[in-house]
Each structure stands twice: as structure tokens, then as C-alpha cells.
Nanobody, 116 residues
Framework: QVQLVESGGGLVQAGGSLRLSCIAS????????MGWYRQAPGSQRELVAT???????NYGDSVKGRATISKDNAKNTVLLQMSGLKPEDTAVYYC??????????WGQGTQVTVSS
């Protein structure tokens, strides 16, 4: 059974930084992308960043220049580092994995709260 386990959320002051990690356990073959999405109360889930198997990255407009995504293929781990945090970055951050055959997995989410 595939599980995505996120860690690293919490309360951060505006201007600070955070580091989120996600470990994908279980047997996942054919991973195409790993990444992060977030959802604030009353808002739709939005892209934070993804990284493809070949290393190509994609960032949401709201975090460009402030976020860096990286991964360790051997460990099925994806990391997200963000700096210059703003109160509007407050959201539940979800780890996401997309694989071949239209398989998609989500973590349970980790809360990030940025205080002003």
C-alpha cells in the first residue's frame, strides 16, 4: 500500500523559511512527478511546485523565486524549501505523486501557518 508521509509544517513568522519533506513508502513504480500543492481555507487547491523524474521543475506563480523543490529518487523523497514566507502562504500543504497508468497519490497534508 502506498503512503505519502509529510513532515515539516508548523507555525512560522512572516519572512521566515520552512522545509517540508515527503517520503513515499510502499511500492510505486513509474513515478513521473513528485510535488506539493496547497489549499487555504475557502480556496481551491493550487500548485506549489513539482519535479519530474528527469529533474524538470515547475513552480506556482505565487511561490516563484521563493521556493525550491528537490528529490531523492532512490529514497522516493521530495523536499520543498520556501523562504520569505508571507501570511498568504498559510495553507495545508499536500504531497503529490503521479505515476504511469494515471496513478496519483496524495498525502494527508501538513499545516503551515505564517504569522504576521
Amino acid at each position: 500500500q502506498v503512503q505519502l508521509v509529510e513532515s515539516g509544517g508548523g507555525l512560522v513568522q512572516a519572512g521566515g523559511s520552512l522545509r517540508l519533506s515527503c517520503i513515499a513508502s510502499g511500492s510505486i513504480s513509474g513515478i513521473r512527478t513528485m510535488g506539493w500543492y496547497r489549499q487555504a481555507p475557502g480556496s481551491q487547491r493550487e500548485l506549489v511546485a513539482t519535479i519530474a523524474n528527469g529533474g524538470v521543475t515547475n513552480y506556482g506563480d505565487s511561490v516563484k523565486g521563493r521556493a525550491t523543490i528537490s528529490k531523492d529518487n532512490a529514497k522516493n523523497t521530495v523536499l520543498l524549501q520556501m523562504s520569505g514566507l508571507k501570511p498568504e502562504d498559510t495553507a495545508v500543504y499536500y504531497c503529490n505523486v503521479r505515476a504511469t497508468w494515471s496513478r496519483e497519490y496524495w498525502g494527508q497534508g501538513t499545516q503551515v501557518t505564517v504569522s504576521s
